[in-house]
C-alpha cells in the first residue's frame, strides 16, 4: 500500500463528489400572463396617430390656394423621385381628376409618358380615367399609341377590342384585331379572334381567319383547334379529318409528336371509324421515339382493350421498338384523281402503310410460321391463285419490299395451262395488285410501267383478252401525265382486241379532256365495229346532241335505224322519238311512228303512239323524274300552260281527234292481223275507255256516248279447258282451264255460243227455283 500512494499528493487522494444542480420550479406562476394580455399592452402604449387637420374651404380663394400648394407638393415629388417611381405620377393624375381639371389630368398622364412610355399601368389608368368620364374619342386616341408604341402587349389588344365590342362597334373590334395579326401574335390573340367571329355567328369568317393562324403559327396546338372547331361548328367529320391530315402534310418533321397523334386518334374513335384509329396509334409507334410515346403507348394498350380482338391486345402489350425512318413522299399530282377505284387502293396502301409498324419478335415468330405454311401451300398446288394472294398479303403486312417482290415474282411465273379466259381470270389480279403495289407502295413507276408491258405482252389477245388491264395502263400513264402514252395503249387495245368496255373508256377519257373530234371518230370506230350495238348508236348521238348538233344527232339515229340488225330496236327508237320530242318536232315524230308500224304492230307501239298524240308536246319532253315530283296541282297548271300553247281547246280537240283515229287503226289491226292476240286488244280497249272518259274537248254527253261506245267493243271473259300439252308437244290427257275472250264480232259468227249461252241461263234460273229438278237435268 506505502508503494501505491508513494507518488501522489494529499489533494489527488481526495475523493470528488459531483457537483448539486438546482431544480427548477415548474408550477404554474402566481400571476398568469397572455398573448391577448400582451397584444392589448401594447397597444394602449403606442402613441397617438398624427392626422392631418380637416381644412374647410369656404370661397374660391382658398379653394385656388389649396390647388396650388397640393400641385406645388406634387411637382416636388415628381421632381424628386418621379423618374423612377410611376406611382407619384398617378396620384397626381388622379388628384386633378378628382378636381375636375380633365385638362391638367391629361397634361400630367402626357407627362408620364415621356419620362417611361413602356409602363403599361401608366396606360391603362390613363385610358380608364377616359373611359370612366365617356371621353370615348380621347380613349381611342390614347389606345392607338398604346398599341402602335407596345404592339406586342397583348393586354392592350384586349382591353381595346373589349371597348369597342362594349361599344356595339363590331366592326372597329374586326379592324382592331386585322391590326393586331399582323404582328402575329400568339395563340390566345388568334383565338380571341375567333371566339369574337363565333359570338356574333361569323363561322366562314372563323374558318378563313383559322386558315391565316395554321399558316402564320404552324403549330399541333392550331391545327388541333381548327379540327375540334369544325366538328362542333357543323359536324363535318370530313373537314375535321381533314385538318388532321393537312397538319401531318404541312408540319413535316415537327407533326412527328404524342400530342397530334393521340388528338388524331381520339378523334377517329369519337367518329366510330376503329381502323383508322388504330392504324394512327401504330404508325405512331412506328416513328416516334420510346422516350416520347409513353402516354401514346398507354391508351393504344387502352384502346386494343376496348375496341380491338385477342390477337390485336397481345400485339399491342408489346413494348414499341425504335422507329425506322419513313420512305414514303407525297404524291402531288392533278392527273391522279382520274379514277375513284385507284384512289380507293391508295388510300388503302397509305393505311397499310401506317399499320406496317416494326413487329415484336413474337409476331415475327407467327409470320415465319405463316410463310412456312404458305410455302407448303404453292410448293403443292402452284397453280392455286388464292395461296399466292395470301402469301402476298402477308409479306406486304410485313413491310419488306424486296421480299414482296419476291412472292409476285414467283407468282406471275405460273402461267395457266390452257389458253381459256375461265384459266386466267385469278391470275390476272396477279398482275394488277403486283402493278398497284410497284407504283403506290414501292413508289417505283418505271418497274409498274414495266409490269403492265409485261402483262399485255403475255395475254393471247387473239384468243381473248381482259379490257381492265388495258385501261388501268393507261390510266397509269395519265397519272404520269402521259397522256401520248395513255391514247397509244387505248389506241392499241382497239385494234388488237376492240371490246365494248375499251371503246367506252377512250371515249370517256377524250371526252373529260374536252376532245370531242376525237371522240366522233372513236364513235364512229366503235359503231364500225360493232354496227348492231344500239347503246353505242345511243351514246354517239346524246354526244351530238350535248353539243347542240340537232342535225349531226338526227343523222346518227337515221343511220342506227337503218341498221338490218340491232340488238335492242326498240330503244333506239324510243330514243329517237324522244329526241324528236325534246326538239319539238311533232311531225318528225309522228313520221318515226308511222314508220315504226311499218315494222312491228305491237300493242305498246300503238298506245305510246295514241298517248303521243294526245298530250301536249311540254309534257311529254318532261322528264318523269320531275313529272312524279310534281304536286297535282302544279302538274294540272302545267298541263294547261302547255295545252294553251299548242292551239288551246282547239289544240286538244284535234289531238283528241288523232288520238282516236290511232285507236280505231289499232284495234281494226289487232282484230285483222292479229286475231289470237286477244289480250293485247283488251288492253288496247282499256286504255282507250280511259281516254274517252278523260277527254276535256267534248260535252258530259258525248263523252259518255263514247265510252259506252268503246264499253260496246269489249269482249265477254269466259272460262273454258283445254288439253295440258308437254314441251314435246305430246299430251298428258288431261285438262286445264284457262279464260278466253270473246268478241262481238266473234259471237256473231258463232250462233252456237248463243244456244250454249241460253242453256246457261236456263240452268241457274232451275238452280234458283228447285235444286232436284237440276241435279237431274
Known sequence: MSGLGAGTTAGQR????????????????????????????????????????TIKITDPEELAEYRLQKRKEFEDQVRRVGRWNPTVWVKYAQWEEQQKDFRRARSVWERAMEVDYRNVSLWLKYVEMEMRHRFINH???????????????????????????????????????????????????????????????????????????????????????????????????????????????????????????????????????????????????????????????????????????????????????????????????????????????????????????????????????????????????????????????LEESAADIERTREVYERAIANVPPAAEKRYWQRYIYLWIKYALFEELEAEDVERAREVYRACLKLLPHRAFTFGKIWIMAAQFEIRQLRLDAARKILGMAIGMCPKNKLFKSYIEMELQLGNIERCRTLYAKYIEWSPANAGAWGRFADLERSLGEAERARAVYELAIAQPVLDMPEVLWKAFIDFEIGEGNREGARELYERLLERTRHVKVWLSYAKFEATPLAVLAMPAEDDEELEEEARQQQLAEAEEAEGGEAGTAERETRARRVYERALRSLRDSQPDAKEEAVMLLEAWRSFEAGCTSRPAEERQKAVAAVQAKMPRRVKRKRAILLDDGSSTGGMEEYYDYIF???????????????AHKWKRQKMEGGGGDAEAV
Not at 463528489?17 to 392589448?40: H, M, Y
Not at 266473234?746 to 250454249?756: S, T, Y
Open 744 to 758: 262481238p264480232d266473234e259471237a256473231a259468227a258463232a250462233p252456237n255460243l248463243k244456244l250454249l249461252e241460253m
Open 139 to 393: 380613349a381611342r386616341n390614347i389606345w392607338d399609341r398604346a398599341v402602335s408604341l407596345l404592339p406586342r402587349i397583348d393586354q392592350l389588344w384586349y382591353k381595346y377590342v373589349h371597348m369597342e365590342e362594349m361599344l356595339g362597334n363590331v366592326a372597329g373590334a374586326r379592324q382592331i384585331f386585322e391590326r393586331w395579326m399582323q404582328w402575329e401574335p400568339d395563340h390566345h390573340g388568334w383565338m380571341a379572334y375567333i371566339k369574337m367571329e363565333l359570338r356574333y355567328g361569323e363561322t366562314e369568317r372563323a374558318r378563313q381567319i383559322f386558315e391565316r393562324y395554321v399558316k402564320c403559327l404552324p403549330s399541333v396546338k392550331a391545327w388541333v383547334r381548327y379540327a375540334k372547331f369544325e366538328m362542333k361548328s357543323g359536324g363535318d367529320v370530313m373537314a375535321a379529318r381533314a385538318c388532321y391530315e393537312r397538319s401531318v402534310e404541312e408540319l413535316g418533321d415537327d407533326a412527328n409528336t404524342e400530342e397530334l397523334f393521340l388528338r388524331f386518334a381520339e378523334f377517329e374513335e369519337r367518329v366510330k371509324e376503329v381502323d383508322r384509329a388504330r392504324a394512327i396509334y401504330k404508325y405512331a409507334l412506328d416513328h416516334l421515339p420510346k422516350s416520347q410515346a409513353g402516354e401514346l403507348y398507354r391508351r393504344f394498350v387502352q384502346f386494343e382493350k376496348q375496341l380491338g380482338d385477342r390477337e390485336g391486345i397481345e400485339a399491342s402489350a408489346a413494348p414499341p421498338l425504335p422507329p425506322r425512318p419513313s420512305t414514303r413522299t407525297k404524291q402531288q399530282n392533278t392527273l391522279h384523281n382520274y379514277t375513284t377505284p385507284q384512289n380507293a387502293k391508295r388510300r388503302l396502301g397509305n393505311r397499310n402503310s401506317m399499320a406496317a409498324c416494326s413487329m415484336h419478335p413474337t409476331s415475327e415468330v407467327i409470320v415465319s410460321e405463316r410463310r412456312f405454311k404458305y410455302e407448303e401451300e404453292v410448293r403443292r398446288a402452284p397453280l392455286n391463285y388464292d395461296s399466292w394472294f395470301d402469301y402476298i398479303r
Open 14 to 53: 481526495e475523493h470528488k463528489l459531483p457537483r448539486v444542480t438546482g431544480v427548477k420550479n415548474k408550477q404554474a406562476a402566481p400571476t398568469q400572463i397572455t398573448a391577448e394580455q400582451i397584444l392589448r399592452e401594447s397597444k394602449a402604449l403606442q402613441d397617438a396617430e398624427i392626422k392631418a387637420p
